[in-house]
């Protein structure tokens, strides 16, 4: 059975869990088996779904599951996932019993909050800490660090577990690291000074873990790396990564042949100046397409130019170079089609995305496809998730 015969709409964004797992098995082969690897699951997976990647990396050695959102979270503990799940900071402080209720851990940035989780708290719970060491978003200000980090850890109801960072990259320049990773473990050293025990101390995040190993601690929390994401490093990864995104396809519902247009040929919605063969697919501004094409798709091997752009529903290609294609042939917006490639990178780099921005401008409509080889492990559509089989 073909992918486009088993969705009510034929489009469709094909992800491979092998390249996820093999990349989890490249952290794991950088930092050790001394270090906890928290594999990070933000931004649904970084547009892959946090739920299908959760399932991965448990499977292949993850020691522990990082969540931004705490629907998924839950989620995830539901599901039976026995790992130590951490959130970062996304929520509210009264979400605290929820977070308690589902034993997972918070990542806690001030004071008040942590007095929150304390008072909600029934019996001790463990909570990491954030410290700011100069990505100027979340966290405790590093120069403030010991002193609530240490009045944290003396709340009754509250066990510190970790305290972590997100260093700020910046292209890698090694000396603004150095600087921020050294803000960072001062306070690891004031905290040891003042007698306070930190079981986990985490700053190494993709980058990091790529290209700065003395940043690695006793635990590290990948995300990019996790989803083959190596163009999002100043300089070539440590060890090479599997993109995770595979293709992103449609397939043709509709074919015909326009004459040449001469009245009001103006305000047409692209020129006709000669017989054209046009097709149309089923993907638009609805499903993100704006921000996901190279100009061109590719249909039994050669390229179509896109005409006059997505619009909300469907995007027009031209197939006058395709004369042989016919309704139902599969269209590759991105990905590879026989010895032709359209790669993610130029999709990104036609609209200046980040590496990471293709798979999140992904609408949650287009289906998910998920295979591991050729085979089809499940497909998410928004009726739910169905188990595989072989593609024809």
């Known amino acids: 059975m073909s992918i486009a015969s088993r969705l009510l709409r034929p489009a469709w964004l094909e992800l491979d869990l092998d390249a996820a797992a093999e990349n989890l098995r490249s952290v794991r082969r950088l930092v050790g088996a001394e270090r906890k690897i928290f594999a990070v699951l933000k931004a649904d997976g970084y547009g892959f779904g946090a739920r299908e990647m959760a399932e991965v990396f448990v499977e292949h050695g993850a020691d522990a599951l990082a969540f931004a959102d705490l629907t998924d979270a839950v989620w995830a503990r539901q599901q039976g996932v026995s790992l130590p799940i951490l959130v970062f900071p996304n929520s509210l402080p009264a979400t605290a019993a929820h977070v308690i209720a589902h034993r997972l851990i918070p990542t806690i940035t001030d004071l008040d909050e942590a007095h929150a989780y304390a008072a909600a708290a029934r019996e001790p719970i463990e909570v990491f800490v954030k410290v700011d060491a100069g990505l100027e978003r979340l966290g405790v200000p590093a120069e403030q660090a010991v002193k609530v980090i240490t009045a944290i850890a003396e709340l009754p109801g509250l066990r510190l577990g970790g305290v972590c960072t997100h260093l700020h990259p910046a292209g890698a320049n090694p000396a603004y690291i150095d600087w921020q990773f050294g803000r960072f473990t001062s306070v690891l050293d004031g905290l040891a000074g003042a007698g306070v025990e930190v079981p986990v101390k985490l700053a190494a995040s993709s980058p990091l873990v790529m290209q700065h190993r003395h940043t690695y601690l006793n635990a590290v929390d990948p995300g990019s790396m996790l989803y083959g994401l190596p163009s999002s490093f100043g300089t070539p990864p440590a060890v090479p990564l599997l993109p995770v995104l595979r293709a992103l396809k449609a397939c043709l519902i509709h074919v015909k042949d326009l004459l040449p247009r001469e009245r009001f040929a103006a305000e047409a919605p692209f020129p006709v100046p000669a017989r054209m063969r046009l097709g149309i ?93 050729e085979q089809v492990v499940s497909v998410r559509t928004r009726l739910g998730t169905t188990s595989g089989g072989p593609t024809a």
Do not use: F
């Not at 395709?322 to 999709?347: C, K, L, M, N, T």
């Not at 990104?348 to 409509?365: D, K, N, Y």
């Not at 289906?367 to 591991?372: D, E, M, N």
């Open 281 to 373: 697919i089923p993907l638009g501004t609805a499903d993100g397409m704006a921000g996901l094409h190279d100009g061109r798709v590719l249909v039994r091997g050669r390229e179509a130019p896109i005409l006059a752009g997505p619009s909300l529903e469907h995007t027009r290609v031209d197939l006058t170079a395709v004369p042989d294609a016919r309704v139902g042939d599969e269209v590759v917006v991105i990905g590879r089609q026989g010895e032709a490639e359209i790669p993610p990178s130029a999709v990104a780099a036609r609209h200046r995305l980040a590496p990471h921005g293709v798979a999140l401008s992904v609408r949650e409509r287009v289906a998910r496809v998920y295979l591991s080889g």
